[in-house]
Nanobody, 126 residues
Framework: QVQLVESGGGLVQSGDSLRLSCAAS??????????MGWFRQAPGKEREFVAA????????KYADSVKGRFTISRDNGENTVYLQMNSLEPEDTAVYCC?????????????????WGQGTQITVSS
């Protein structure tokens, strides 16, 4: 059974940095054949795309709201994807979830992803 487990969330102040990790386990296929994405959902709002990365890391996509502040990366040897978040703002407060898409491109639409983690809370105070 595929499991995605996020870690690294917490309460920070505006301008701080955090790095989220998402570890995949229980895979019956190679992690290096999976696109990975990060999404977030704030209270009372719909889930929104944050970032995505291709199998090899050669292609990355970002939401306009995080471009230049967040960086997605991956370690296929560790079956892990990361989200480095710098210059955090109160508007970044949300539950952040990682998602796995087997044998597909890194896309922004959540329906394309096959597996999801439970999420980790990020709260940014002003």
């Amino acid at each position: 059974q595929v499991q995605l487990v996020e870690s690294g969330g917490g309460l920070v102040q505006s301008g701080d940095s955090l790095r989220l990790s998402c570890a995949a386990s229980g895979l019956t296929f190679s992690f290096s054949r999976c696109a990975m994405g990060w999404f977030r959902q704030a209270p009372g709002k719909e889930r929104e795309f944050v970032a995505a990365i291709s199998w090899t890391g050669g292609s990355r996509k970002y939401a306009d709201s995080v471009k230049g502040r967040f960086t997605i990366s991956r370690d296929n040897g560790e079956n892990t994807v990361y989200l480095q978040m710098n210059s955090l703002e109160p508007e970044d407060t949300a539950v952040y979830c990682c998602a796995l898409r087997y044998m597909g491109a890194p896309v922004t639409g959540p329906d394309a992803y096959d597996y999801w983690g439970q999420g980790t809370q990020i709260t940014v105070s002003s």
